[in-house]
Every structure is written in structure tokens, then in C-alpha cells.
């Protein structure tokens, strides 16, 4: 088995993180942990470094767990719910991981384009997590 987490430097994308390690251990299933990054911009280029700074942590911090995982990094120039699911599809992914954020009233409409992308075009079952309020807040 094989869990997908779409992975971002925010609280949601640490609860999400959190999660999927969790159902890997549940299930004895390998981790997936991917960023999608764009590209292109020089504002995007210095973000690559601060995720690839993170994603090494994360590395670090998934060796010392007892868990299979790998950490990958898409630069397809694609959004990030286009890569997530193109990715399941081709790894033949059995459930992808992502965060959501908490919304207004008038947020709560719309999801967000790529977890709504994510959840109505996903092939596998979708787990969708909030942060805690505490994290989110800070």
C-alpha cells in the first residue's frame, strides 16, 4: 500500500503530515511525501529553497520513525492538485493525505481549487485534515 501527502509549509500541511504518518504505521504502507513547486519566478526560486531546507527536515525526521517513506519534489510547472493526482495515478497511489485550511462563511463555498480539484478528480480515496486551532493561529 501507498499513501500520497501533498505537502506545504503551513500548519494544514503539518497536520496532514501528521496523518499520514499515522495511517502509514495503521496500515504497515509506504509514505509519499510531495511538494509541488511551479517554478519559473524568482520568488518561487527562493521559496525552492526554503521547501527543499524543510522537505530535508521532514527527511530527517521520517528516518527516525519506523515507517518506509520517500520524499519527492515535482517542478512539472502544473498546479499542485494537477501533480498530486497525476502522481497517484502514475505510483498507483491508495490514498492521498491532504490539509485544509479553516474558511470564513463565505470561504466555506469554496474549499479551495486544489483540495476541491483534489477530492472530486482523485481515483483513491482522499483524507482530508484540519490543523488544530492553536496551530493554525500561529
Given at each position: 500500500?501507498?499513501?500520497?501527502?501533498?505537502?506545504?509549509?503551513?500548519?494544514?500541511?503539518?497536520?496532514?503530515?501528521?496523518?499520514?504518518?499515522?495511517?502509514?504505521?495503521?496500515?504497515?504502507?509506504?509514505?509519499?511525501?510531495?511538494?509541488?513547486?511551479?517554478?519559473?519566478?524568482?520568488?518561487?526560486?527562493?521559496?525552492?529553497i526554503t521547501y527543499r531546507e524543510q522537505l530535508e527536515q521532514i527527511h530527517e525526521q521520517l528516518g527516525a520513525e519506523d515507517i518506509d517513506y520517500?520524499?519527492?519534489?515535482?517542478?512539472?510547472?502544473?498546479?499542485?492538485?494537477?501533480?498530486?493526482?497525476?502522481?497517484?495515478?502514475?505510483?498507483?497511489?491508495?490514498?492521498?493525505?491532504?490539509?485544509?485550511?479553516?474558511?470564513?462563511?463565505?470561504?466555506?463555498?469554496?474549499?479551495?481549487?486544489?483540495?476541491?480539484?483534489?477530492?472530486?478528480?482523485?481515483?483513491?480515496?482522499?483524507?482530508?485534515?484540519?490543523?488544530?486551532?492553536?496551530?493554525?493561529?500561529?
Amino acid at each position: 500500500m501507498r499513501i500520497l501527502v501533498g505537502y506545504l509549509i503551513s500548519p494544514e500541511g503539518q497536520a496532514a503530515l501528521e496523518a499520514a504518518v499515522a495511517e502509514a504505521r495503521l496500515r504497515d504502507a509506504k509514505l509519499v511525501v510531495l511538494h509541488s513547486m511551479r517554478g519559473g519566478t524568482r520568488d518561487e526560486a527562493e521559496q525552492v529553497i526554503t521547501y527543499r531546507e524543510q522537505l530535508e527536515q521532514i527527511h530527517e525526521q521520517l528516518g527516525a520513525e519506523d515507517i518506509d517513506y520517500e520524499v519527492r519534489e515535482l517542478v512539472r510547472g502544473q498546479s499542485p492538485a494537477e501533480d498530486l493526482i497525476e502522481f497517484s495515478a502514475e505510483e498507483d497511489v491508495d490514498l492521498i493525505v491532504i490539509g485544509l485550511r479553516r474558511r470564513s462563511p463565505v470561504g466555506k463555498l469554496v474549499l479551495g481549487s486544489n483540495a476541491q480539484d483534489i477530492l472530486l478528480r482523485a481515483d483513491c480515496p482522499v483524507l482530508a485534515v484540519k490543523a488544530d486551532s492553536e496551530a493554525e493561529g500561529a
